[in-house]
């Protein structure tokens, strides 16, 4: 799998995420390219770790862009897209986490145990690949 495609997810031929990449279009190069839309995804969308969605439709890259906010999961999609969209290999990449640093409110809803494990959703990104 070379990770460029375009799948029901990461539907980076979808008008609302062509607008998020048009910002970048003008960048020749592939780094500055993955460190724009980093920041751009990183700054445009507040992370709020609370609204974990259920169905296929929360976790596609367009419907997660039209919110202005989201979770690891939202904001690692929503990046992936937009790499894709410029060819740029990407795919999920899923941790478990041991120290991760969670409000009181956060622990009561997703129930942590005294093991205190999460799970945290990041971007693996082939460079010049």
Known sequence: MNYTEKTYYFDYDNPVI????KEVEHLTSQQDI????????RDGWRYLP???GLTKAHFKASNIAKKPDGHCIDKAILYIACLRAFN??????????SNHIATERLEKVIALTS???????????????
Do not use: S
């Open 18 to 21: 062509k607008d998020i990449v």
């Open 34 to 41: 993955i460190e724009q839309l980093y920041l751009k995804v």
């Open 50 to 52: 609370f609204n974990i």
């Open 88 to 97: 740029i290999p990407a795919r999920l990449h899923l941790a478990k986490v």
């Open 115 to 129: 093991w205190h494990l999460t799970v945290w959703l990041m971007c693996f990104i082939i460079i010049n690949g």
